[in-house]
């Protein structure tokens, strides 16, 4: 087994020999320089090794990984070993490697991703990126221009490479979760790694990033950024506003894998974008300049003032919200008057108390608060209006876009704050090799922590067990009901923005009758506070499917056609078209289901769900038939699958 200091050299080996186009012979280095970094007796003189095309590949990946690891003496020896090893060649090999990966920077058609050589190459020019010459000199060659290319035709196109003898699926990572359940032989398959399935895709972005990072290239377009507006700019799919785009849905893509968005959002880091763009974000970003609901405001010396949310700060930064509104039983209860003068936020953002209280167990505010008036708070003399307004931005948002007169500021407030996916941003920190993305939800709000600020009740059809009906631990009623909030419904959904909006009766009650079972009403509140549908059990999959009972598989399909139902009647495009794909991914596992689906989709008024299921049992209609599975169909649905087996056979001629 090789030792770490090994790995650093045989891998630095490899990278260099990648530059200089050498073979797959692995000697050891006689530049005594290099070898002074380590005993003697920890290096063979005599190593020689063939090794495989894959496994030289992996070794310049492991240089990589080196070159970006949490210790600073790991990096650094790494990094002090590459650098001895490449002082002695010119340019040429790196105008060579680039031109190798196939494409060149003039043309776009060359792409030759199928070969485990482009990831070579490419894990090769993100271990150079860490050298500050050899980026230079990569730059200088249009170093940034190829590799972003190989991620415009990785993003656009479906395609394969080839690791030995072993052959590696490389999809769009749109298309890699509906690719990976239809695997059926184990739900392990549905956990991405953190380079995810593409590893051309996530090496060519770890390589942009970096090659990126301080280039003429992203100054210029960091010009445009700052010019015009980010949302308009990322529906720009051409000329400048390509590379964007681009980073911005990859960032942004809930359905790629962590690295790649990770990589992603440190090239959005480069235009001074900063943080994870998603859907939910974008949406609550839209109640920052909302003062309807509105429950604080701070105050600042120069006469400006911000309005916001408390339930906001409460979920996205409740290291802020605390030492605002101290519950204090020696003090009078807060009244919607009161402005508290010595309530001095610079303890918050520029003094920040370690040992603190936890927030969950420390906040509290009066309900006449929160329907009344907003609270004023006054803001420290040196903490000033535009570093906060960012960092609000950044709160309700997932994102925010700065520009660099204001950076500094923004860093320790973010710091203060304890926002460490910002501040780790800002200060251009290497994204930690196996990081989660940091998930934008509100989904803390919907238990004890947000129970004091809800509002509304949603109330379900109740249904009474055997042994009664159980009390809710927060409120104590006996029907079934679920606790929401109405900024958070109104900013996340049209049908409630405009209820409450309205001025009807319907929008000033304290409960809302919801005719759906009580789960159906839970799993849609869940899609709106974390923007994701619950899983179907603890291990989510094919796996997990294939182990639940036949009655049990039907009455998740049934839950999910009324859940297509709800989402219709609210306007949540999305959220039915979600519950869509997962009705027609599980059916076809079991056919045999479709009916019962069927008859129930029909019922709920979801006629394209029942056109959908007919066209996919029609190819087995007569065995169908012939099993009795139709008897209890109504005969207008037997017509409709009668009549799509009958064009299908027509087509067949």
Known sequence: MLS???????????????????????????????????????????????????????????????LSSTS????????????????QYAEEPFTFLLDALGLGYKETSKVKSEKVLTLRRLWTLSSLSYLQESKRKLLDTNGANVVFIIIREHHKANVRTTFG??????????GRIMESKSCKSCCSH???????????LFAALSAFARLFQGSVWAKELTGIVQQGSVYQLVKNQHGEGEV???????????????GVRWWASSGLACLGLYGFPSKLGENSKKMLTDSVLSDLTFVFANGNSLQCHAIMLLARCPSLLPLLLQPDSSKQKLSRSDEYDDLILQQACMEYNDNAVDPRTQYSIDKAVKRGDPVK???????????????????????????????????????????KTLSG????????????????????????????????????????????????????????????????LSSQCEFFEALFRSGMRDSAEQAIQVHRRKEVVV???????????????????????SHLGTQKQLTYLQQLVELAELAEEWLLEDLQQRCFERIMHYVRLNLYLCPEVMSHAATSGQGFIVDELAEIIAPMYTQMQNSGAFDTLEEELKEIVRTAHVRMSLAAF
């Open 72 to 87: 600073e003496y790991c990096s650094t020896t790494t990094k002090v070993l590459l650098d001895n090893q490449l002082q």
């Open 377 to 419: 708070v006054q803001a420290s003399a040196r903490l000033s209006y535009e570093a906060t307004k960012y960092i609000l931005e950044f709160i309700y948002a997932g994102v925010v876009q700065l520009n660099a007169k204001n950076l500094t500021e923004v860093k320790l407030l973010a710091k203060r704050c304890r926002l």
């Open 244 to 258: 964007i785009s681009l980073l911005w849905k990859l960032a942004g893509d809930k359905d790629a894998a962590a």
């Open 165 to 174: 003898n072993s052959s590696l699926p490389i999809s769009g990572v749109h």
């Open 190 to 200: 549905v956990i991405q790694k953190w380079e995810g399935d593409d590893d051309v």
């Open 4 to 66: 770490i200091n090994s790995l650093r050299l045989h891998g630095s080996n490899y990278v260099v020999r990648t530059v200089i186009r050498r073979g797959q012979r692995l000697t050891s280095p006689k530049d005594m320089h290099s070898r002074s970094l380590y005993r003697e007796d920890q290096l063979d003189k005599s190593i020689s090794i063939h090794i495989s095309d894959q496994e030289a590949a992996q070794m310049c990946k492991t240089t990589l990984i080196l």
């Open 425 to 488: 941003l800002l200060n251009g920190e290497t994204p930690t090799w196996g990081a989660a993305i940091p998930q934008f939800s509100l989904a803390s709000l919907l238990g004890d922590l947000g129970y004091q600020l809800v509002d509304i009740v949603l109330q379900a059809d109740t249904c009474i067990s055997e042994q009664g009906a159980e009390k809710c631990k927060l409120c104590k009623l006996t029907s079934d009901h679920v606790h929401a909030h109405r900024l958070v």
């Open 523 to 545: 799993k849609v509140v869940y899609y709106l506070y974390c923007g994701k549908l619950l899983s179907l059990s603890e291990v989510d999959g094919d796996c997990a499917w």
